[in-house]
């Protein structure tokens, strides 16, 4: 098997989508899969659309990029977008509409949580052809071995990390426990830790920082800790609080975006008003907390696991239909005839003319064919 993923992996600290690509493709390459970044090969089983937008830093190819390649090159491939992105998370206006358009060139799609699934199948006009895979970060650096259990007697060391500073990470929950750190009633039984990037302007005064860590030494910071907690709003999936709680660290939570899908029974829900409150609950319950996360089921090879098997699945139908939409052959025609004249539009008015009127009926074609 072939699979081409649309993006980069960077080295050190970087964001959750770095961590998955990371994770799955070295997956894939220990079960015989040949994995790629780019669309050079011309026999691509798979090719993994993971950000159509051209300003991003880690992106390959996109899904103009990927329409080129399945018209004029290989029509065989299965074409599959992973959805971790949508405008509720950092208030923005343009990504949810974009990223439908960039859908039309998919066969099927990945979402990461069944949260931003709702809000994409609310937007669209057309049925999706899609499932959820729940992200897992890597168990063999992101476990609970050697993690001490809080002795009561110390004060509790609360912890979060962060790569993006977006202040919808939680940065209002995050002052409160910098405050809380110095009033009588918490300042001899908390400590609070945070890893990572913070928004401009914006600094503790009272809590611990640590500059971004990734790997093994990040690993090792969070497991110096007893509490994890996360105040991250509309977060499709997010890894850090994966991260925490394979590190076998009880997790506090907001009840907002796909975190409660992951969190939902190994930690405490709360909110800014009544984390005083819960935070009390949770030491009061510790031991309780700190067991039920060592049943935590997701992890990076449950995650990979999942699309590997999803990716034999839809190369066995494929084969079996020789198609998993309907790409229709006029359309391909069209397009190949439109990409060749474009090049000698530049200096003739009538193939211009010619070349216009075939992309109008391309895009006639498209929006009539496509899924």
Known sequence: MKVAIGSLIKKGPWGGGNLFIS??????????????????????DIVLL???????????FNHKDIRKYVNLVNDEAVVIHRINECDERKDTNHINQFYLEANQVANYT????????????SL??????SSVIMTGANQNIFNSRNLPKWDKNSKLKIVTHHWGNNWNKGFNV???????LVTDEWKNLIDFTYIGNLPNNFSFKNANYIAPLSGQSLADELKKHNLYITASLNEPSGNHHIEGSQCGLPLMYINSGGIPEFANGFGVEYELENIEKVLNTVIANYDIYFEQMKSYPFNSIKMSEDYLTLFKKLLNENKKENKLINRNK???????LSYNIKIFAKTNNFAFFFYKKLIHIYNVLNEKYAK
């Not at 994770?23 to 691509?44: A, I």
């Not at 995050?174 to 809380?180: H, I, Q, R």
Request: aromatic share 12%; proline share 2%; no cysteine.
């Open 23 to 44: 994770n799955l493709s070295e997956y894939l390459e220990s079960n015989n899969v040949n994995v790629y970044f780019d669309l050079k090969r011309k026999d691509l």
């Open 50 to 60: 993971i950000d159509p937008r051209k300003d991003s830093l880690n992106s390959t």
């Open 110 to 121: 990945i979402f990461v949580s069944e949260w931003i699934k709702s809000i994409y199948e």
């Open 124 to 129: 669209s006009t057309e049925k999706i052809e």
């Open 174 to 180: 995050y002052k409160k426990l910098d405050e809380m």
């Open 330 to 336: 006029i359309k391909k025609i069209i397009f190949v």
